[in-house]
């Protein structure tokens, strides 16, 4: 198959997924995309239909085709989500999944039980290790496409790309999608953040990162010590976010996300007054949006070179 190495990873050949036009014109219930319209080059559409311990999943089109990232919430929320921005669950053209926690899949069998019914093919894209640990999560294999920590790809004209994150599973990943020159990257469970990685993802107009505890909150949090321990050695702290701002953040990213917060060891005022003072600080004319557990956020609407929500 075009784009697949030997052993079926999708390498840094290009793998593009055409959508069904015949398959648009009878079941499309809905204009090509809500406030991004029909999308000139270089657009895309991101909204952050949920991210925290309870679920994460992110939308992102580029007026064209459609994708979710992770599917972490159940199919009433995730349709109800896609449908208060003007999508459809049904119009998904494949989903990226980052690892087999189940704040990141547990949307993902009913989601392919209605695409199934509705006679749909929606391709995974995760690691090996993400499929085996998900056992029959996706129990159809051709559903599954393999990519590795490097991996790039096209799904329709959205440019995908994988890159490692350190996390507590196989082989968890995060994404940058590309459309013209307008780029996004989604960086959520990962312990630590530096060097290569912090530039990578710093080199784009969007950016959803995660900041997910206090650490002297979640010292005197109610967890056991083994579990304090494990986050945070699998989840960033505020003080790593805020690090990442004022060391790797650029005048080029647009739209600052932080998101997975943790309910009971994290403050979004907090974050909000921390990441604010940094941003300021360093004069970075990021709009900042502190996703708060189970709320939704967006859509941010990227162009180039003039953003817009
Ligand atoms: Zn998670
Ligand atoms: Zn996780």
């Not at 507590?168 to 307008?182: C, N, R, S, W």
């Not at 699998?234 to 805020?242: D, G, Q």
């Not at 998101?259 to 300021?280: F, I, K, Q």
């Amino acid at each position: 198959m075009a784009g697949l190495d030997a052993t079926g990873v999708i390498t840094g050949e290009e793998l593009t997924l055409q959508r069904d036009s015949s398959e648009r014109d009878e079941n499309s219930t809905s204009p090509l995309v809500g406030n991004a319209g029909s999308s000139p080059a270089g657009q895309l559409k991101v909204a952050v239909l949920a991210t925290s311990s309870a679920g994460n999943s992110t939308f992102v089109s580029d007026g064209t085709t459609r994708l979710l990232i992770d599917a972490g919430l159940s199919l009433l929320d995730t349709t109800t989500r896609l449908k208060a921005i003007g999508e459809d669950v049904d119009e998904i053209d494949a989903v990226l999944l980052t690892h087999p926690h189940i704040d990141h899949c547990a949307g993902l069998p009913t989601l392919i039980r209605r695409w199934r019914r509705g006679g749909r093919l929606v391709p995974v894209y995760c690691s090996y290790s993400t499929w085996m640990d998900m056992g029959n999560v996706i129990p159809v294999h051709h559903w599954f496409r393999e990519i590795n920590q490097s991996s790039r790809w096209e799904v329709g004209k959205i440019q995908c790309e994988s890159f490692a994150v350190e996390h507590d599973t196989g082989e968890p990943l995060g994404f940058a999608v590309q459309v013209g020159k307008v780029r996004a990257a989604f960086a959520l469970d990962l312990g630590v953040l530096g060097g290569d990685l912090a530039d990578y993802i710093a080199d784009s107009d969007l950016v959803l990162l995660e900041a997910n505890h206090d650490p002297d909150m979640l010292r005197a949090g109610p967890y056991a010590y083994k579990l304090k321990e494990r986050i945070l050695k699998t989840h960033l702290s505020n003080e790593a976010a805020c690090a990442w701002i004022s060391e790797h953040m650029t005048h080029r990213t647009q739209y600052l996300l932080l998101g997975h917060l943790s309910l009971s060891t994290n403050d979004p005022e907090l974050v909000r007054l921390m990441a604010r003072r940094e941003l300021d600080r360093l004069k970075l004319g990021a709009m900042l949006e502190v996703i708060e557990p189970g709320a939704a956020s967006g859509p941010w609407v990227l162009t180039s070179p003039c953003p817009s929500r």
